[in-house]
């Protein structure tokens, strides 16, 4: 099945931001399923990035929060440079799954 690709506009500034920094990154915005919109690699980390504008900052589908829930690596939601800057920096923690909402409707992991 094919996805609609769906970017948010920040996305090139977020995606290329990462790349200056050595980070290879893979663009997976139009995978659908809830997976995040990047994976990012460098020295053997890997961890991906959701990207967010303002508005959409703590809403997410009940696909994302399954996969969210469901993936080994971590999930980073990004909205801006400063958010590039400060997850570069190691200062930009990963999604908590256990305090996701589903937009915006708390939801609670299952057992």
Excluded at 18 to 29: G, I, M
Excluded at 31 to 36: K, M
Excluded at 99 to 108: R, S
Aim: proline share 4%; hydrophobic share 35%; net charge positive.
């Amino acid at each position: 099945m094919r996805y609609k690709r769906k970017t948010d506009a920040n996305q090139a500034m977020i995606k290329r931001a990462l790349e200056w920094a050595f980070y290879h990154v893979t663009d997976l915005s139009g995978a659908g399923r809830g997976i995040p919109d990047l994976l990012c690699t460098r020295n053997g980390q890997c961890f991906l990035v959701e990207i967010k504008n303002r508005q959409g900052f703590n809403k997410f589908t009940s696909a994302q929060v399954e996969y969210y829930r469901q993936v080994k690596a971590p999930v980073f939601v990004v909205r801006d440079i400063n958010d590039v800057e400060s997850l570069i920096k190691g200062d930009l923690n990963p999604i908590n799954t256990d305090k996701l909402a589903i937009n915006g409707q708390k939801t609670t992991p299952k057992a």
